[in-house]
């Protein structure tokens, strides 16, 4: 019998030191390092404060192939305040979250415009181009392309200059437009000068296929605005449509130097797309 009591005090003892040791793996697994970095951008994300959330959110855009992550990015689509959103629809397009498309589409309903274009940017590196270019049409021309294009409200932004000077470019663009055309735009995108957004536009308009985004290309090739002419120029010449290049040639005399410039180099591209493409035509 007490042999059979010692037996049974240490099966007792063996089990309540397991009991112990998953308690402290349990406490170790709560307190781990992973858990800890999710409780903190949790934390961030429903944060009072703006910024907070915003940058919380922005941090998810590291996180790919992550179904927590993209569903807090998705969630943050809907947050009050236009920064956070646009810090939403960037970091779903910097996780390549091709299952959020559906999401990021219905962001041009967003009254806010910077929030529509970080949503652009998102679907163009979705490679979702389509939805895109609508936005970025009735950015640069201030119409609708579509029914599904820039709301009233929106379009009324893009038609007075004081609104549009409200714009922030840093909320939530994750891109940086104008590499070629040096500090006069940088400087002048820094002076909250409403064109650049335009110009933005017209820079991603180079590839889109439609007829009608050309026309409004070679009218923005007479834009009030130097950073929009000269976006347009160069949109142009990457188009590749030698039937452009008259509505070119107008630009080579144009007053700023960098629209000169751009336009020489647009004639000469154009010009030996034309040439070689007359050079095939004959051969046949």
Known sequence: MHMRRLAQLAIISILAGCSVMTSAQTSDDIESPRHKAWDMLQTAITDKRTGERADGVRALGLLRDNARARQLAEDSLQDRTPQVRAAAATALGQMHASESIPKLKKVPSDPKIPVVMAAAQSLRELKDDGPAYDIYYDLLTGERKSGDGLIAQQIDTLKNPKELAKIGFAEGIGFVPFAGMGWDAWRTM??????????????????????????????????????????????????????????????MSDRNTKVRYSAAAAVIRLSAIEKHTDAANSGQ
């Open 190 to 251: 820094h002076k909250k000068d409403p064109n650049p957004v335009r110009a933005i536009a017209a820079t991603y308009l180079a590839h889109d296929p439609d007829p009608a985004t050309a026309k409004a290309l070679v009218k923005a090739t007479r834009d009030k605005n130097w950073i929009v002419r000269a976006a347009a120029v160069q949109a142009l010449a990457q188009r590749g449509d030698p039937s452009l290049l008259k509505n070119v040639q107008h630009s």
